[in-house]
């Protein structure tokens, strides 16, 4: 191989080497926004499993795995009678929260004493609203006068994970972190294709650099 023939090799096998380290370094990156995924995921799944929701139980009983009932506006507000708890819910102004104004209005009521939310009937806007504080369940004492509720110190209220929850979530997670977990292994397997081609082009290289420095030996010795 000539003097110019053995630099153009040459310059051609630094291109592809180049081209080679800048792939490798491109998966690289990819494998450690994936691992940051994985974290993620992770804290996701942990996150979700710690969610707790409310549950009512008529007897004071059970567990969420057992079927108890989400704690509802319906539940809380209807009459022992129709198998609720009896109780009102009131805003962080002390107005009675309800779904409309009743009709006909009591005596003793005006609207102001009433806090409309057409949405208190839906099980997740109700307990968002009563564990950050902005609704509070109300019994009447002893003498008559109205009182808030503790969640924790209701036997009829019950704080837990939904089974049924937990195992969406769950099964959710496995497949995410499976489906991740096969593209780090084809991230691996493309890295080690790569850094065998990267080392054979540095063989070559090494091989064509011995002849560019032999021909430039007998160059030498030609001139000397």
């Not at 019994?139 to 937990?166: C, R």
């Amino acid at each position: 191989m000539g003097m110019s023939a053995s630099q153009a090799r040459y310059l051609c096998l630094t291109a592809r080497k180049n081209n080679v380290e800048f792939q490798i370094q491109q998966l690289t990156q990819q494998k450690l926004m994936l691992a940051n995924q994985l974290d993620d995921e992770a804290a996701l799944w942990s996150n979700g499993m710690n969610v707790q929701h409310l549950y009512y139980s008529k007897d004071g009983s059970g567990s969420a795995s057992s079927d108890l009932p989400r704690l509802s506006y319906s539940i809380v507000t209807s009459s022992l009678e129709d198998g609720g708890m009896g109780l009102r819910v009131r805003d962080s102004y002390g107005r009675e929260v309800v779904p409309a104004l009743p009709d006909p209005m009591p005596d003793d009521k005006t609207p102001a004493d009433y806090a409309i939310e057409p949405y208190c009937k839906q099980a997740d806007y109700f307990e968002n609203n009563l564990k950050t504080g902005n609704w509070a369940i109300q019994s009447y004492d002893e003498d008559g006068h109205l009182v808030d509720m503790s969640l924790d110190g209701s036997a009829q209220i019950y704080q837990g994970v939904d089974a049924g929850d937990y195992a969406i979530a769950n099964a959710e997670y496995e497949a995410t972190v499976e489906k991740l977990e096969r593209i780090d292994k084809k991230f691996d397997m493309e890295i080690q294709q790569l850094s065998t081609e990267q080392k054979a082009i540095e063989t070559e290289m090494d091989s064509v650099k011995k002849v560019i420095d032999k021909n430039i030996e007998e160059t030498f010795k030609t001139f000397g």
